[in-house]
């Protein structure tokens, strides 16, 4: 019977087994149960859902932390997919956006030479010499337009931007950047995985700024001849000029949601139920549970990190193991921290900083900016990543990160009061390195598993993006990667 397994034996069962309990593998469970799919079984490790999403909030003073992802952009098809799913679950009412004049919208800062400065934001700013840098930013524009492109299977971030655009670009701007995004570091990321679209614009058009220009006037021209029609949260978005969206309640509330619709479908989820072995032949799936249950299915999604599957396939699939454990991963330490009254003196979604800075803290997010939380501020710093170890060793204690956390804001931000609610965490290889080569790794990967003809499919941050718009829609391809199967 599905949904029900004994002690040290063996169910065998027509069915989909899904890996992995966080927003890809619930996503791959929704759009399975939307294609009418039964039969399906989510084994998640811990005892919850929702992987890196996690809100939560503090029984004292109710002030809501995000551990993880707290906004999403409203970005492309991958944004448009997602308010389609948030649609598809009722969840309309529970969206918090953040229009384009709103100031976290438009205020984003850097800190720079012991100082907070704030970015570019308009047009007219291109034209104007603004500290850090020490020219126009036009200057790089125009470097970008004359400078000749050059051949290339990939390159670093850091290197296409100082190529294109000059050193203060890739110092001041993408640097940072890259630590927000991914907590990585730019002189390693591959811009050809990470940003396509800049990649491609200097290969077809030999320049970032032109290629650009020419995707602009082509979208212009077609327009009104698009047929796909937009879902109304999306109209909606579109119309109000959102920026960027959070959830009221918490960011936790989307995977929660998810779960409690696919367990009202029939989807079997069991928690505490950790993969300690993995068999896949071309015909069926065989997994052990816990180290003493095993459970047959013939097809398997993992939404497992590449770390996780590599370990548990190296024994039958060694070639596919070394590639995905090549995927690296990185630490990042959270500090969620709450103080009383406004003690921020400027508006904005929050600050970086750039590696060359030399600070072990990435940046810090003005969360109660982006939304309110009564008479409190709320900041989130973000701290490690690509070299967590370096500043913090391998084992670094709560209280010492909290401590660090706490003596920046004060040094850079000037806030000379305790927090009166806090929360520290160190959330371990939590986020995929995109490095160079990372686009051929990807293409190895599914083509091992499509010529080895596996009954598998694969959905997370590790293979199509690290964004949970990114990872909804892997969890979209890998359900209609078993539905084209049968």
């Known amino acids: 019977m599905l949904g029900k397994y004994y002690l040290g034996t063996c169910i065998q069962i027509r069915m989909t087994l899904i890996i992995g309990g966080g927003i890809g593998g619930l996503s791959a469970a929704h759009?399975?149960?939307?294609?009418?799919?039964?039969?399906?079984?989510?084994?998640?490790?811990?005892?919850?859902?929702?992987?890196?999403?996690?809100?939560?909030?503090?029984?004292?003073?109710?002030?809501?932390?995000?551990?993880?992802?707290?906004?999403?952009?409203?970005?492309?098809?991958?944004?448009?997919?997602?308010?389609?799913?948030?649609?598809?679950?009722?969840?309309?009412?529970?969206?918090?956006?953040?229009?384009?004049?709103?100031?976290?919208?438009?205020?984003?800062?850097?800190?720079?030479?012991?100082?907070?400065?704030?970015?570019?934001?308009?047009?007219?700013?291109?034209?104007?010499?603004?500290?850090?840098?020490?020219?126009?930013?036009?200057?790089?524009?125009?470097?970008?337009?004359?400078?000749?492109?050059?051949?290339?299977?990939?390159?670093?971030?850091?290197?296409?931007?100082?190529?294109?655009?000059?050193?203060?670009?890739?110092?001041?701007?993408?640097?940072?950047?890259?630590?927000?995004?991914?907590?990585?570091?730019?002189?390693?990321?591959?811009?050809?995985?990470?940003?396509?679209?800049?990649?491609?614009?200097?290969?077809?058009?030999?320049?970032?700024?032109?290629?650009?220009?020419?995707?602009?006037?082509?979208?212009?021209?077609?327009?009104?001849?698009?047929?796909?029609?937009?879902?109304?949260?999306?109209?909606?978005?579109?119309?109000?000029?959102?920026?960027?969206?959070?959830?009221?309640?918490?960011?936790?509330?989307?995977?929660?949601?998810?779960?409690?619709?696919?367990?009202?479908?029939?989807?079997?989820?069991?928690?505490?139920?950790?993969?300690?072995?993995?068999?896949?032949?071309?015909?069926?799936?065989?997994?052990?549970?816990?180290?003493?249950?095993?459970?047959?299915?013939?097809?398997?999604?993992?939404?497992?990190?590449?770390?996780?599957?590599?370990?548990?396939?190296?024994?039958?699939?060694?070639?596919?193991s070394d590639e995905l454990s090549k995927i690296p991963y990185v630490n990042v330490a959270v500090v969620n921290l709450a103080f009383q009254g406004k003690v921020l003196d400027k508006e904005a979604f929050g600050f970086l900083v750039p590696p060359s800075q030399g600070l072990p803290i990435l940046g810090v997010i003005f969360d109660s900016c982006n939304f309110p939380q009564g008479e409190h501020t709320v900041l989130t710093v973000m701290m490690g990543g690509k070299w967590f170890n370096k500043y913090f060793g391998d084992n670094p204690t709560e209280k010492r990160l909290y401590t660090i956390a706490v003596g920046h804001c004060r040094d850079i931000l000037g806030i000379t009061e305790n927090p009166v609610s806090h929360h520290t965490e160190v959330l371990k290889n939590c986020i995929p390195q995109y490095v160079v080569g990372h686009h051929n790794r990807v293409d190895r990967i599914f083509s091992y598993i499509e010529d080895k003809k596996l009954p598998l499919a694969l959905a997370g941050s590790s293979y199509s993006g690290i964004g949970i718009h990114d990872v909804i829609l892997s969890g979209k391809r890998a359900a209609e990667s078993v539905l084209n199967k049968k």
């Not at 047009?123 to 930013?137: V, Y």
């Not at 614009?201 to 995707?215: I, N, R, Y």
């Not at 896949?280 to 996780?308: M, Q, T, W």
């Open 31 to 320: 759009y399975l149960i939307k294609a009418g799919k039964k039969n399906i079984v989510l084994l998640e490790a811990t005892s919850r859902v929702g992987g890196w999403i996690q809100s939560i909030q503090d029984p004292k003073t109710g002030i809501l932390f995000e551990k993880g992802p707290r906004t999403l952009r409203i970005k492309g098809n991958v944004g448009s997919n997602t308010l389609s799913l948030i649609e598809e679950l009722g969840l309309e009412n529970k969206v918090k956006p953040i229009t384009m004049d709103h100031p976290s919208a438009k205020n984003r800062l850097i800190f720079v030479n012991n100082k907070l400065h704030f970015l570019p934001s308009s047009f007219s700013a291109l034209f104007k010499k603004t500290p850090p840098f020490s020219r126009r930013l036009v200057n790089g524009v125009w470097k970008d337009l004359t400078s000749p492109p050059k051949k290339s299977d990939d390159d670093t971030v850091y290197s296409f931007v100082e190529r294109r655009f000059g050193s203060e670009f890739a110092d001041y701007l993408i640097s940072p950047m890259i630590c927000g995004i991914c907590a990585g570091d730019s002189k390693e990321i591959s811009v050809k995985f990470l940003m396509p679209g800049l990649f491609q614009a200097e290969q077809k058009h030999g320049s970032v700024v032109k290629g650009f220009l020419t995707d602009m006037m082509q979208k212009g021209k077609h327009e009104n001849d698009k047929s796909e029609a937009l879902s109304k949260l999306s109209g909606k978005a579109k119309n109000e000029k959102w920026s960027v969206f959070g959830m009221d309640g918490g960011m936790s509330l989307l995977p929660e949601k998810i779960k409690e619709g696919i367990i009202n479908n029939g989807v079997d989820v069991r928690y505490k139920s950790e993969v300690t072995s993995l068999s896949i032949k071309p015909d069926h799936v065989r997994c052990c549970i816990n180290g003493k249950d095993f459970i047959e299915s013939d097809y398997a999604i993992s939404a497992l990190p590449a770390y996780n599957l590599a370990q548990l396939l190296k024994d039958e699939h060694s070639i596919l």
